[in-house]
């Protein structure tokens, strides 16, 4: 199966360019736009949240995405100082987005990939028209 671009795939491009701006901060950021099984901190994760969508009218949706700001391994500091310039850098570009909210849960412990790391959740609610697949 051939991927073709969507309102979802378009999306999540568009916050993984703009968390990586002209330099990802904090240095040696990376910024994964997909599901991974490891990461290197620190870093942003994207993944969908949850509700992933709210139905407005037939083709238009509010997405939640979210962006796990990762600072590193529980036991590493300062985790929460990184975490936190993480969360100002995200919202600072995404807010350059135009998109309508972002929401921020605080630090705690999240896993990936067996390992606990200090991360925060930023969620970003967008406008998204999802059109009715045409087959054949």
């Not at 959740?121 to 999802?130: D, F, K, M, N, P």
């Amino acid at each position: 199966m051939t991927e073709t671009p969507t309102a979802f795939s378009d999306l999540r491009f568009r916050v993984a360019t703009a968390l990586a701006g002209t330099s990802v901060e904090p240095p040696g950021t990376t910024v994964y736009g997909d599901m991974v099984d490891a990461i290197t901190p620190p870093a942003y994760l994207l993944q969908w949240g949850d509700p992933w969508l709210t139905q407005k009218t037939y083709c238009h949706h509010d997405a939640r995405l979210d962006v796990l700001c990762i600072a590193g391994r529980v036991e590493v500091a300062p985790a929460i100082s990184t975490v936190e310039e993480l969360i100002a850098v995200a919202i600072t570009r995404l807010s350059a987005m135009n998109l309508p909210d972002l929401l921020v849960l605080p630090p705690g412990r999240f896993d990936i990939g067996g390992i606990t790391y200090i991360a925060a959740r930023l969620t970003l609610v967008a406008a998204l028209s999802i059109p009715a697949p045409v087959y054949g």
